[in-house]
Every structure is written in structure tokens, then in C-alpha cells.
């Protein structure tokens, strides 16, 4: 047990078990509400049990044995007033009997029940001696020896033993953490923590929310008698409280965490346009009308005294680059430096070959840093960014190894930003002092997310494609057709065209994915003799993949066999195929990540999904929607539906509270919780802290990474 966790009544060993579960006050406990809640608040006749439901049952035990046949077991046999009744009734109800062996009555000695316990201690054998009175309950079903409950819970009943007066929760729990010590800890945590109103009283009567301590008390322990659906609807106002309030510790939270990176001071990147000027006049291209909004919104957030703390998002090929490039520009235009980060040499690669393409011209030098770079290399270009001679700088994680250091770095920027953790962001920019950040992702983020999670940033969105780029035909195609494909690749290629062939990453294992990209380039090396086929992969070395990826570019290779390396950064406007191997198991991000690296020339494009049957529920819905959109914030939104936010942004790599109880698709919630954290900060600050106190404790600092 550690100094933060105080949980009065709880052993070390359990102690250790709740933090698995982020329980380590009482007031965790509190808010830790039942997945669901089972009836000990009546007796059921083993006469009127019926097959598949749960029941509780009041027994006296006949016999109680270790049976060896099929397995090693304890059988005990049980009664009630009820199996006398029965044996005078009429024919027994008949159950299912164990598979191959037909059908066998409830008990035909006069419709007892079973208790089986296929891992037993001999504790529960000496419990369990005939003439013992049990409370016993479990879910009934047909057994070998008829009617059952397997593993049931059960209890020695005491004299005058009370049946309880509400329905029984049942909480999430983990490995050894038994249900009856989380009961005890919750109900004693209800009696000892002060479940006081922590919002003003005018707010809870504006917005019709119920009292706090009495939705609390209801969730833990409504009133039984009601039907599945009807103690949902009487839970359902208590529910919207709890939700509410999440939300609003974490829009609180992160506004505080706002508010405090604003009032640091940070060095004012005004610029004179003397380098941002010459380069949009050299461009081949216009910028759209979005891009001239969102270079506004960084040009003046980089003059500000303020670090700048903007996420700007776009769909794939909708022009993040140049709003980058032009950022920079506009910090060495104030005398600093600035550091692009990308997670994969081959995106790093890319943005370092294009601004040294557009930079050039205008006299400036983009120094490069990776981790296979020879030292000599990384010596010569570590010494002139730590002299201040080269202004630019890009690279992968070795911008942040130690060693690296900046003159005078003045803005930082992270592409991709979600493939890097909250330690890895940081520690770029604070290669400067406050140093301004800009975040670049083009895996969209749905707005109820963008609301909840990343409200403590300056979000701009890129909503606009630029002209030329053509539509992409998606199609689904079966393993059983892999001979048309290659046959369409074939006339593809010959036509003066390229494709992409990429093969997924199985099983988390980089050796296979390997496996899968080598044996796929064999066969398509065997199958296409007239075609040039290159393979490129994460374990090539960095000269070798540069090398297959130039000749790809200059159409030396017409078809490139693939990993997922290629998912973002790669620009081929003559690649006008893709085809992606077991497109199943793939997440929708990377999918329309990957058909993106086509349909930028201007020849008709496709991208087809090789999938293999039988697809799972998961997998055909997101088949089904990538089929069907390509719109990348419809897709974000769909996939937030699916996976929920936890998975979708990895909770920002950053041990950022999840949201348990509130539906982020609810977004109205999200917009009144949003809006009522900022009247409280305002208004009633003292009840904003004490809010934060009782939902998140110590993690509130997580959200101030």
C-alpha cells in the first residue's frame, strides 16, 4: 500500500488490489458504481425455479459428496418445503441433459436441487454437511443430475436472519478482489465520506440535475421490484448526474491547466515576413481558403507572450505541411529556432526533403537528426543547432535524446502527434524556454473529443482538400480473388502507372509482419515478372529505404510491397493503386491513412481491401464504414462509436483520467458541462476546487502535461 492510498478497513494485500482498479481513497470507492445488480431481496421455491434466470433460494442440504465421474467434484443435493409438495405433483419439469446422454428430469427423487462445485476447499465440504440451512444463489440450469447451480454463492443462514432490504451490486472488480470486501469497503466508504453538494445550489436548480449523495446512494443501492427496463428509466436522472459531474472535473481540469500555460510567459514570434513572404510567391500551388485561416490563427498565436498550444488537424493531403513550413519560417523571421518531430524516419524524411526543397531558395539550411544517422553527421549538425548556425531543424525522437541542445528554440512542432506519449511532447518543447507548440494529426478528432479531451488546446481545423486531388474508388474483394487483383495490377503498372501493396502488422509482432511483407514480395515478384518490385519495411536500414523509396518516387519500381511504414508522409502522385492485405485487421485511422497515399495525381484511383473470410461483427463494421465514407471526420466519428475514446486517443499517452460513466455522443452533456465550467471558474472558484478534489484528487496534475 502506498502513502496515497487510505482506504480505512483495507488490508496491504487489498489495498494493492484496489489501486489496480484507481481506487485509493474512500471517495474512489464511492464513485467505483455497479456494472450491474442481482435480487437477494426474495426467497424463490426451488419448485418455481425456472432454467436460464438467477434465483435465491432458502435450502436444506441432503447430502454433499466428491463425485470423480466426469471429473473430480463436490455434488451436494438440496431441498425445500417446496420438492415435498412436488414429488405429489404430477410429472417433473424436464432439462436439457449433458450433451449425447437426452434429457433428464430437475431430480426425479422429487425435484431437488444440485450445488456443484468443480474447484472446491475443504472448508466449503465441512460447510456443506447434510442438515445444514443455506441462503444460496446462482443461475439455475440443466446438469447431469438435473437441476442446478454451478459454483453457486451461498452462506450458512443464521437464526432470524433478515433478507436485505435492496438489490445486491455487482462492481467491476480484478484477480482476488472478492465482491463481498468491495461491498463491505463501498458501504462503509458511503457512511464515512462527506457526500456534501459541491456545485452552487442556483446551477443544480438551473440545469435540473438531481441531488449528488442521493443519486449516489440510488446507484449503489436502488429499490428492488423493479423490471430490467423500469430501474433503468428510475436510474437514468441519478446516472445523468454522475455523468455530469465527470465531465466537469475533467472541462474544469483542463481549463485550469489552460489558464496556467497562457499566464507563462514565452518569447514573442512576430514576424516581418521578409522569409514567409518569397515563399508562398515560389509555391506551384495556392494556398485554399482554409490554410490562409489557419496560418492567421498561428501567425497570431506565435506573436503572442504566451506559449501558443494549437492542435491542427486535417484530413489526409489537405495541406498541414506548408502551414508547418510557414510557421517555422515565421519563428527563425524572430530570431529562433524551430524543430519539427515526426514518429517514423520515413515521414521525418519526407518533411525534411520537402522544406529543404521550398527552404533552399531562400538561403536557409534544414539541419536532419535520427537515430541510424552516422555519428559524424549527427556531431556536425548537433553543433551547429547547439550554435545557433542552422535555425531549422527535423527529425525523430533523437531531437529529444540528451545531448541535443538548441540556441535559442522558440517553436516546436510534433506531426502526429498521438503516436507520441505526453513525456515525449513535452520534452521537445522544453528544449526551449516556453517555447511555443504547434500539434499536427491527420487521424481526425470527432468534436464531442475534441470538446472533452483536448479542450485545454487551441484546435484548428484544416476542412478543405486542395484542388486536383481526385476521388479514390474503394473496394471490398475477397482473398479468394487475389489473382484478379494482381492481374489488375499488372495492366496498371503497364499503363505507366504505380501501386502500392501493403501487408499488415500481425500479432504485434515486427518479425512476422516482416515474414508476411517478404513472402508477399516473393509472390509478387514470381507472379509479375515484367514489373520492377521493391520492398521496403521498418527493419530495412535507413540508406536502403531511402534508396527503394527514390526509385519508387522516380518510377523505377513500379509496385511497392509494404508495411505499415508507409502509412503517412509518403507523396507519390503517379502511385493510383492500393491494395491493402487482410484490410481486416486493420483500425479504420490506419485504413483511410493508407488509401490516402493515393488519389494524389490526377489519374482515376482505387483502393482495394483484400479481406479473408469469416469476418468478425468488429471487422465488418469497419469494413462497412470505410467503404462507405471518405470523409475522415465521418470515419473518426464512426470509429469513435466503435472502440470508445479510450482506445481512439490512447488517453493521450499521457495516464489522462478516462471518462467512465459519461457518453461522449451525448453532446449536448458535453457543451453544458463545458459551459458550466467556465461560469464556475469564473463565478464560484472555491466550488470548482472542491469539485476537482472529490472526482479526480492527485491525478487533476496529469491533465496539466
Known amino acids: 500500500m502506498t502513502e496515497k492510498t487510505k482506504i480505512p478497513g483495507a488490508t496491504p494485500a ?3 488490489k484496489l489501486e489496480k482498479l484507481g481506487l485509493t481513497c474512500q471517495a474512489d470507492l464511492v464513485l467505483h458504481l455497479p456494472l450491474r445488480f442481482e435480487d437477494e431481496t426474495q426467497i424463490t421455491a426451488i419448485a418455481d425455479a425456472l432454467p ?4 435465491q433460494f432458502e435450502v436444506t442440504v441432503v447430502s454433499c459428496e466428491i463425485a470423480y465421474r466426469p471429473r473430480r467434484q463436490l455434488v451436494c443435493r438440496v431441498e425445500d418445503a417446496s420438492c415435498e409438495h412436488r414429488k405429489h405433483a404430477g410429472p417433473p419439469q424436464v432439462f ?3 450433451p449425447g446422454g437426452g434429457r433428464r428430469e430437475t431430480a426425479s427423487s422429487g425435484g431437488d436441487l444440485i450445488l456443484r462445485f468443480l474447484n472446491f476447499y475443504p472448508s466449503q465440504q465441512k460447510v456443506l454437511q447434510p442438515g445444514a440451512r443455506l441462503r444460496v444463489f446462482g443461475e439455475v440450469r440443466g446438469g447431469f443430475w438435473g437441476a442446478e447451480l454451478v459454483h453457486p454463492r451461498f452462506h450458512v443462514i443464521h437464526d432470524n436472519e433478515m433478507l436485505p432490504t435492496a438489490l445486491t451490486p455487482v462492481y467491476p472488480t480484478t484477480a482476488g478482489l472478492g465482491q463481498g470486501t468491495l461491498r463491505r469497503l463501498i458501504e462503509r466508504a458511503l457512511n464515512e465520506v462527506e457526500l456534501g453538494e459541491t456545485l452552487p445550489e442556483s446551477m443544480v436548480q438551473r440545469l435540473q440535475l438531481d441531488d449528488f449523495a442521493a443519486s449516489v446512494h440510488s446507484l449503489h443501492a436502488p429499490l428492488p421490484g423493479l423490471a430490467a427496463d423500469e430501474l433503468a428509466a428510475a436510474q437514468r436522472p441519478a446516472w445523468r448526474r454522475i455523468a455530469f459531474d465527470e465531465l466537469l472535473a475533467q472541462q474544469i481540469s483542463l481549463r485550469q491547466s489552460y489558464a496556467a500555460r497562457r499566464a ?7 514576424g516581418d515576413g521578409r522569409l514567409t513572404r518569397p515563399l508562398l510567391a515560389s509555391l506551384p500551388f495556392k494556398l485554399t481558403a482554409a490554410q490562409q485561416r489557419v496560418w492567421q490563427e498561428l501567425a497570431q498565436d506565435l506573436a503572442q507572450p504566451h506559449p501558443m498550444q494549437r492542435l491542427l488537424q486535417g484530413d489526409v493531403g489537405s495541406g498541414k505541411t506548408v502551414l508547418a513550413a510557414l510557421a517555422m519560417l515565421q519563428a527563425v523571421e524572430a530570431g529562433h529556432q524551430a524543430a519539427l518531430m515526426a514518429p517514423t524516419e520515413i515521414l521525418a524524411e519526407q518533411h525534411y526533403r520537402k522544406l529543404s526543397q521550398w527552404l533552399a531558395p531562400l538561403g536557409l539550411e534544414v539541419a536532419w537528426l535520427s537515430g541510424s544517422q552516422k555519428k559524424k553527421d549527427k556531431t556536425a549538425a548537433l553543433a551547429k543547432v547547439g550554435a545557433g548556425e542552422t535555425a531549422l531543424v527535423v527529425g525523430t525522437h533523437a531531437l529529444i535524446e540528451e545531448g541535443v ?10 506531426d502526429e502527434q498521438h503516436r507520441f506519449g505526453v513525456r515525449q511532447r513535452l520534452a521537445l518543447k522544453q528544449k526551449g524556454v516556453h517555447s511555443h507548440q504547434l500539434a499536427m494529426s491527420a487521424t481526425p478528432i470527432p468534436r464531442t473529443l475534441a470538446m472533452s479531451y483536448y479542450a485545454d488546446l487551441d484546435v484548428s481545423v484544416l476542412d478543405e482538400l486542395p484542388p486536383g486531388r481526385t476521388p479514390i474508388m474503394t473496394k471490398l474483394v475477397g482473398a479468394a480473388r487475389r489473382d484478379e487483383i494482381v492481374e489488375r495490377v499488372r495492366t496498371l503498372c503497364r499503363g505507366g502507372r504505380q501501386a502500392y501493396w501493403v501487408c499488415p502488422l500481425i500479432e504485434e509482432s515486427e518479425a512476422l509482419q516482416l515474414k508476411t511483407a517478404e513472402e508477399t514480395y516473393a509472390y509478387l515478384t514470381a507472379e509479375l515478372p515484367e514489373l520492377k518490385v521493391g520492398l521496403v519495411h521498418g527493419r530495412l536500414k535507413t540508406d536502403e529505404k531511402a534508396a527503394v523509396m527514390a526509385a519508387f518516387v522516380q518510377n523505377e519500381i513500379q509496385l511497392l510491397v509494404a508495411t505499415t511504414v508507409i502509412e503517412v508522409g509518403v507523396d507519390v502522385p503517379n502511385a493510383s493503386l492500393m491494395v491493402i492485405e487482410h484490410a481486416e485487421r486493420f483500425g479504420l485511422a490506419q485504413l483511410h491513412q493508407l488509401r490516402g497515399r493515393v488519389g494524389r495525381g490526377v489519374s482515376e484511383s482505387a483502393c482495394v481491401l483484400l479481406y479473408e473470410p469469416p469476418l468478425s461483427e468488429t471487422a465488418r ?27 481512439f486517443i490512447g488517453a493521450r499517452q499521457s495516464g489522462l483520467p478516462l471518462l467512465r460513466f459519461a457518453d461522449l455522443e451525448d453532446t449536448a452533456l458535453v457543451e453544458v458541462a463545458r459551459e458550466a465550467a467556465e461560469e464556475m471558474l469564473v463565478r464560484w472558484p472555491e466550488h470548482a476546487e472542491r469539485h476537482l478534489a472529490r472526482w479526480l484528487g492527485g491525478r487533476a496534475e496529469l491533465l496539466k502535461a
Open 405 to 414: 541542445e538548441f540556441a535559442r528554440l522558440g517553436l516546436a512542432i510534433v
Open 264 to 270: 507563462r510567459g514565452a518569447p514573442c514570434l512576430a
Open 14 to 16: 487489498v489495498a494493492t
Open 52 to 55: 436460464g434466470t438467477a434465483a
Open 621 to 647: 463494421a469497419r469494413l462497412k464504414i470505410i467503404y462507405e465514407n471518405s470523409d475522415g471526420f465521418e470515419i473518426a466519428r464512426q470509429d469513435l462509436h466503435l472502440r470508445g475514446p479510450g482506445e
Open 96 to 98: 436439457p441433459g449433458p
